[in-house]
């Protein structure tokens, strides 16, 4: 038989093939040590909510990665609120959470409404922003307007907005100086929200509900009528016996001379 021919080179690629996955099996082994276990958002918590526990989940992530919570604070990160929207597989940083809720403040109120379907957009979840709007009656009385620009959604409770199989529980936060009206007309469910989606806390304040009192012209033009028509009155009494003392002090000199020449 014919001897094959040998081809140094092809050994050398394979023994460098050989040497060089050896060497990154060895590497990948000791960077795997440098694993830790950080905390990752496993499903959404709107901005100003509390952070629950069965929204986070432990994942593996190098030590020189991004910025991060580790996993052993998890049960910590349950007393504190989202500061931004905090999406599915984001990696939880200081900078999303805070300590107190910048909506649950003083001045704040919490109103519960109870509403129909089609009194809210569907999927509404906590977290997001509505308008709260009054909506007349079927007699019509009034006309829609404006109470909340940009009121949180503290939750969403109860029945499916979707299939319309029963009222929806939503509270929302709105300032304390409205929530007695927005709490008489949910009472006789005048209330409806629209869904004002990547909405901010506005900075401007809410509409007035409560009209302004009027004064009624025609009561301060009769009272002043009155009184302008008894200070006529009293000066014509005046003038009247100003004129009967004139005539009675009149009277004497006049016929004293006459009696006199008579």
């Given at each position: 038989?014919?001897?094959?021919?040998?081809?140094?080179?092809?050994?050398?690629?394979?023994?460098?093939?050989?040497?060089?996955?050896?060497?990154?099996?060895?590497?990948?082994?000791?960077?795997?040590?440098?694993?830790?276990?950080?905390i990752?958002?496993?499903?959404?918590?709107?901005?100003?909510q509390?952070?629950?526990?069965s929204?986070?989940?432990?994942?593996q992530?190098?030590?020189?990665g991004?910025?991060?919570?580790?996993?052993?604070?998890?049960?910590?990160?349950?007393?504190?609120?989202?500061?931004?929207?905090?999406?599915p597989?984001?990696?939880?940083?200081?900078n999303?959470?805070?300590?107190?809720?910048?909506?649950?403040?003083?001045?704040?109120?919490?109103v519960?409404?109870?509403l129909?379907?089609?009194?809210?957009?569907?999927?509404?979840?906590?977290?997001?922003?509505?308008?709260?709007?009054?909506?007349?009656?079927?007699?019509?009385?009034g006309?829609?307007?404006?109470?909340?620009?940009?009121?949180?959604?503290?939750?969403?409770?109860?029945?499916?907005?979707?299939?319309?199989?029963?009222?929806?529980?939503?509270?929302?936060?709105?300032?304390?100086?409205?929530?007695?009206?927005?709490?008489?007309?949910?009472?006789?469910?005048?209330?409806?929200?629209?869904?004002l989606?990547?909405a901010?806390?506005?900075?401007?304040?809410?509409?007035?509900?409560?009209?302004?009192?009027?004064?009624?012209?025609?009561?301060?033009?009769?009272?002043?009528?009155?009184?302008?028509?008894?200070?006529?009155?009293?000066?014509?009494?005046?003038?009247?016996q100003?004129?009967?003392?004139?005539?009675?002090?009149?009277?004497?000199?006049?016929?004293?001379?006459?009696?006199?020449?008579?």
């Amino acid at each position: 038989m014919a001897p094959r021919d040998r081809k140094p080179g092809l050994a050398a690629l394979a023994v460098l093939l050989i040497v060089g996955g050896a060497l990154l099996t060895v590497t990948l082994v000791l960077r795997s040590g440098d694993r830790v276990s950080a905390i990752e958002i496993s499903q959404r918590v709107g901005a100003g909510q509390p952070i629950p526990i069965s929204a986070l989940k432990e994942v593996q992530i190098a030590q020189d990665g991004p910025a991060f919570v580790y996993w052993s604070a998890a049960e910590e990160m349950t007393r504190y609120f989202a500061s931004v929207d905090l999406m599915p597989g984001t990696l939880l940083n200081q900078n999303m959470i805070s300590e107190d809720s910048a909506e649950l403040v003083p001045g704040k109120a919490v109103v519960g409404l109870s509403l129909k379907p089609n009194q809210m957009p569907p999927n509404l979840q906590a977290g997001q922003r509505v308008q709260v709007v009054y909506v007349p009656g079927e007699n019509g009385d009034g006309s829609s307007r404006l109470l909340a620009r940009s009121a949180l959604v503290n939750s969403v409770r109860g029945g499916d907005s979707a299939t319309g199989s029963a009222n929806v529980t939503v509270s929302v936060v709105v300032s304390d100086s409205i929530s007695p009206q927005v709490v008489g007309y949910a009472a006789s469910g005048r209330i409806a929200l629209a869904y004002l989606p990547g909405a901010k806390p506005s900075a401007q304040s809410d509409p007035a509900t409560v009209p302004t009192p009027r004064t009624t012209p025609s009561v301060k033009t009769t009272g002043t009528g009155s009184t302008q028509t008894g200070q006529g009155t009293q000066q014509g009494n005046q003038t009247n016996q100003n004129g009967q003392n004139n005539q009675q002090s009149q009277t004497p000199r006049n016929t004293a001379p006459a009696n006199g020449q008579g």
